[in-house]
């Protein structure tokens, strides 16, 4: 899940600066898990950018916001309202999505977007994946070194673990100390042993496009 | 040949010491601490902004200690570099005559005095030495280019002997050989015991390097127990605290000035002495933080001579 937090108001309100009318925008997947784009929070915006004096033009609440089709329906529904400007609360993907959908319209965030995450319980939400494009969790117990070590270190730890603690930040298990204990209840100790290649960053510039129809042919 | 490659690789007891470039750019007061060292060291390293705390350049001063007749030792870490930055600086250090290295994986930019800077960690510290061993063997650049000359380093890393579970830091200084590392220096080491546990593990694992031990000469009581809880790898006997602790009681009794600071030389003095006699490893490594001016007495105290 793509895990977002919301925008603080002030800097919200800095953006609509000389706007009368507004749409809000959600997103039914993740923001509102992340209790930033879900109905209850597009009312809360509502409610609040009225007590500002805001006209609320309209409200949407789409799917999945970063998928053009949910995006443009919603798009669709928002512009008849006429805003000047369209608050969006899902990620920066759903975001942007919108964007490309609202006409000459500006869309602001209502969002910060962090990571891609688990949920480990409502409202507790944990980085586990950054996205290398190359993933070494075969090789690590399923436990991602990129993200779960601070210096995204692939062979092994650097020197600064104290009681299993990582250097950096000793609110977090090291990461090496953590596929170390997998791996050896896994009986996999030996795939420590493995120097692994450094990542490489050839071919992986942003942005990076997926296009499945191009790779089958 | 790198100094320090002649003297372990020929089994003479290595000794190097370890120097940090200023917050600034005046380097007078740290070469002539520096001077100090002449003749008694195979090597000064030049730390590569510890701690993650913005510093003058490690290349610029190993340049400035090659210029006055030192032996400088190259740390190199991967925490501001790519791997094409890694390579440049090392191609410039070799312009100016330095050929020994350190490769480091680096402080977090986070725990350090410039917490907005990105933290790169292109490399970490088995990658750069396996990109210069690469480029030593083949004379091409990181990116498989044909380099117009190619230099060699005598190439070294570093390990936390003290280290829970301890087969994790063996088990990467297995890499970091493999990738190229001839010897290692230790994190700061107390006792005799705790490098001997080290060295049965080294030796267990079977593990060609040649290792020089890490001393911290001890400065004051509360020195020792700050880095028992901050700096990992780190363990400072208990006794040795209360060494210190009782020789600044005699200090304040007598009205006299730096005896915890004499008492912390005795001690690495003492613990160099043992590990060279009982040839426990094959040198040391002196971090004295600032106070190099203490390197030769703890060297004549210890019966170390180069
Ligand atoms: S290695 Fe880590 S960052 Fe890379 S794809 Fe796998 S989980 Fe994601
Ligand atoms: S302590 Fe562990 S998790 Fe933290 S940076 Fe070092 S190896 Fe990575």
């Known amino acids: 899940m793509i895990v977002s937090r919301r925008k603080p108001v002030e800097e919200v309100l800095a953006m609509l600066q000389g706007v009368k009318r507004v749409a809000i925008s959600g997103c039914h997947e993740c923001a ?147 596929i170390y204990n997998r791996l050896e209840a896994l009986g996999q100790l030996d795939k420590l042993s493995e120097t692994l290649d450094d990542k490489d960053y050839d071919g992986k510039s942003w942005p990076r496009s997926v296009d499945l129809a191009k790779e089958a042919n | 040949m790198s100094v320090l490659e002649q003297a372990l690789e020929s089994g003479t007891f290595g000794v190097t010491a370890e120097m940090a470039p200023p917050k600034g750019c005046d380097f007078t007061e740290e070469m002539k601490l520096a001077e100090t060292l002449k003749g008694l060291v195979h090597g000064v390293n030049v730390t590569d902004m510890q701690s993650a705390s913005l510093k003058a350049s490690s290349l610029g001063f190993c340049i400035a200690l090659k210029q006055h007749g030192l032996e400088p030792i190259i740390q190199m870490t991967g925490r501001d570099r790519s791997r094409m930055a890694i390579m440049g600086d090392m191609l410039s250090a070799a312009a100016f005559g330095i050929d020994t290295m350190l490769a480091l994986t680096g402080d977090h930019t986070s725990v350090g005095d410039c917490k907005a800077s990105k933290p790169v960690f292109d490399l970490d510290s088995v990658g750069i030495l396996r990109m210069l061993t690469r480029m030593e063997a083949t004379g091409l650049d990181c990116g498989g280019n044909e380099l117009a000359s190619t230099p060699h380093f005598y190439k070294g890393a570093a390990v936390t002997p003290v280290y829970e579970p301890i087969f994790l830091q063996i088990n990467k200084l297995k890499k970091k050989v493999d990738a190229g590392a001839r010897y290692v220096q230790t994190q700061g080491i107390f006792t005799v015991e705790a490098l001997e546990t080290f060295m049965d593990q080294v030796a267990k694992a079977n593990i060609k390097v040649h290792v020089m031990a890490g001393i911290i000469p001890l400065k004051a009581a509360g020195m020792a127990r700050y880095m028992n809880e901050n700096v990992p790898g780190i363990a400072v006997p208990d006794d040795q605290i209360a060494k210190l602790a009782a020789a600044a009681a005699e200090g304040k009794e007598k009205g006299v000035k730096g005896l915890p600071m004499k008492a912390g030389i005795e001690m690495a003095a003492d613990l160099c002495k043992q590990i060279k006699e009982r040839k426990l490893c094959d040198g040391i490594h002196l971090m004295t933080i600032g106070a190099e001016q203490n390197i030769p007495t703890i060297l004549e105290k210890a019966g170390i001579a180069i």
């Open chain 1, 32 to 178: 509102l898990a992340c209790k930033v784009g879900g109905d209850d929070e597009v009312a809360e915006w509502k409610a609040l950018l009225e007590s500002k004096g805001f006209t609320v033009t309209g409200t949407a609440m789409p799917n999945e916001s970063c998928l053009n089709f949910y995006a443009r329906k919603a798009a669709k529904e928002l512009q008849k309202g006429n805003p000047e400007a369209v608050l969006s609360l899902a990620c920066g993907s759903g975001i942007q999505t919108m964007a490309g959908q609202m006409k000459n319209i500006p869309v602001y965030p209502g969002s910060n977007t962090m990571f891609i995450g688990q949920v480990e319980r409502v409202g507790h939400f944990n980085e586990m994946c950054r996205m290398c494009g190359d993933c070494v969790l075969g090789h690590t117990g399923a436990i991602c070194p990129v993200t779960k070590c601070a210096k995204s270190l692939v062979n092994g730890p650097c020197g600064g673990a104290k009681n299993g603690k990582c250097e950096v930040n000793p609110e977090n298990d090291c990461a090496w100390v953590m």
